[in-house]
DNA sequence: TTAATAACCTACTAAATTAGTTGGTTATAT
DNA sequence: ATATAACCAACTAATTTAGTAGGTTATTAA
């Protein structure tokens, strides 16, 4: 099992893409800007949400990505295991075979571990996140930041533009 | 988080311990024969199981280590704590400010996530391993393999021996 | 039609971590 | 005296993470 920030970079922009995808595609440098994740590094992330289907792709200006499924029907469980290989805690996978094909002495507890995990991530969908009070807040921050930056760049554009005209 | 080989190994070492040392101190190349883990990485485990006071060692012939406590006292989560940095899924180690200073949108998440495996592996005590019905049947197991590898070596000796008597 | 946008793709990289190995020293029971 | 076994430090190969760099392709809007 890992849990490191890979798994937790594609959970929060799964999030991001739930609170504003309403209006149509958001696209990766949307996203990198509000979250803070490198878009190159994004792009990885979504190439493997898009193969097992979490997602789905417009090409081209105002393009971007999608939900593929309503927000109720995906479930943390599924972003991780899309970019890591699992949340399985045991060694074998599951195989009982970790000590030279023979079970290790405590395959049963990473089993049990590795339910206790699936089973609190599986329970956990979009929708559920989106509705929750902190998650609200935290996103409200981040939209006025990014209307404070798109403003700053405005006022540099106009100065370019000016400039320009002489 | 991450739960890796790194403490599935200390985990397997300690209840090996646990089922091991009521007849005095185990020597670690005795784990290392039954547990199939590398007897120098297993020294450097059990200097940080000793750092955190969960074992005590005997030194020299007949010496080993020891659980510095009751088998009921001692819990999995303190174990993998022990090697591991700590069963923490926040990417803040609690602190809230991964987001350059700030909560990131999934930080609440991952602080249930937390809680969660901590409540679980904080649950199970040594002593609650060594009474599960596949804890008992494994060591079983590897008590009789080790048995039989020694009984061979003891072969390959009387063969020495036998040569070098002529 | 052209320019801008944004997905899509491949290959490379620095840093960290894992799972060890090597080669010792020190303490102690027999 | 010797064998045992803890203790210790330094090195290493392989893997993974969290990126970067440098493109190509599809689509929209001017
Ligand atoms: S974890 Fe499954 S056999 Fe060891
Ligand atoms: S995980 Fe705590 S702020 Fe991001």
Same mark, same amino acid.
């Given at each position: 099992?890992?849990? *490191? ?10 999030? $991001? +893409?739930?609170? @504003?995808? !309403? %209006?149509?595609?958001?696209? +990766?440098?949307?996203? &990198?800007?509000?979250? #803070? ?11 493997? /949400?898009? %193969?097992?289907?979490?997602? &789905? ?8 990505? /999608? ?5 109720? $029907? ?16 045991? #060694? ?10 023979? *079970?290790?002495? *405590? @395959? ?9 995990? @699936? ?8 929708? %559920?996140?989106?509705?929750?009070? !902190? ?8 939209? &006025?930041?990014?209307?404070?930056? !798109?403003?700053?760049? $405005?006022?540099?554009? $106009?100065?370019? &533009?000016?400039? /320009? +005209?002489?």
């Amino acid at each position: 099992m890992r849990l *490191t920030t890979k798994g937790r970079y594609a959970v929060t922009a799964m999030l $991001d +893409l739930a609170l @504003h995808s !309403d %209006k149509g595609p958001v696209s +990766l440098s949307d996203i &990198s800007a509000r979250q #803070g994740i490198s878009l190159s590094y994004l792009e990885q992330l979504f190439a493997k /949400l898009r %193969k097992q289907s979490l997602v &789905s792709s417009v090409r081209g200006p105002g393009g971007g990505y /999608l939900l593929s499924r309503e927000r109720c $029907d995906i479930f943390v469980a599924q972003i991780v295991d899309a970019v890591n290989e699992s949340v399985d805690a045991t #060694g074998c996978r599951g195989r009982s075979d970790c000590q030279g094909g023979t *079970t290790c002495l *405590t @395959h049963h507890l990473w089993c049990d571990l590795s339910d206790q995990i @699936h089973d609190f991530l599986s329970g956990i969908s979009l929708e %559920k996140l989106v509705q929750r009070k !902190d998650v609200r807040l935290v996103a409200e921050r981040q939209d &006025s930041d990014i209307r404070q930056i !798109d403003q700053s760049h $405005d006022k540099d554009q $106009d100065k370019i &533009s000016a400039a /320009l +005209l002489g």
